[in-house]
């Protein structure tokens, strides 16, 4: 008997919807105008999907995949090194004695919470913020403290990798932390620059 995988539960979206209709169920999840463009983009992405069974539709589907721009296109004032050597870091979970069905590392104190970059292809600022969070997250001498909570801004680093970026156009994330490194840029809290999210585009 044949079954079908469920993309998107919200969408209703399921792998034996054809493009056309997986786009129509799209369109009306997400209140999205349908185009040209937008339709053959998704068409796209659907067809990876279908292929790859650990992805998920999601509300960018439809997006022109701009975040493979070259670095060399911005026209860089700046250069910076990528070939940075850091420190190992000792894994901080412990040898389990037995295999748990589930486990939320939310829970155990190890991860910030995940965040929503919304239409904005920021996902490159979205990691680099994730990892500055749990790395301070992580260290024996920020634990049990006010750092526990910390929510760095996005948005703010958005704003501050100077022409390392392309804002919601995308970006790179290695070279956006070997830039944090090398530049000691400043890092801001999420209550002090928000990004609002006004009918499905991030307002910068």
Known sequence: MLFSVVYNFRCEIISSDTQIDAYVKFLRCFSKNSSEQSQTVF?????????????????NM????????????LKLGLQINCQ??????KDPLQVLKQIYKSIDLREAGLISTAKNQGACGS???FATIALLENNALNQNKTNNNIWKDLDL????????VRGFNDY???????????YFQQHQVTVELE??????????VEQL
């Open 43 to 59: 068409n796209n992405n659907y067809q990876f999907i279908l292929n790859n069974i650990n992805c998920d539709v999601s509300e």
């Open 153 to 160: 801004s996005e948005q703010f680093f958005i704003s501050n």
């Open 123 to 125: 996902c490159w600022a």
């Open 168 to 178: 919601c156009q995308g970006g790179e994330f290695s070279t956006a932390i070997n």
């Open 62 to 73: 439809d997006q022109v995949p701009q975040n493979s721009f070259k670095l060399q296109s």
């Open 191 to 200: 209550t002090n620059y928000t990004s609002v999210i006004i009918t499905g």
């Open 84 to 89: 940075q050597q850091y420190c190992y870091k």
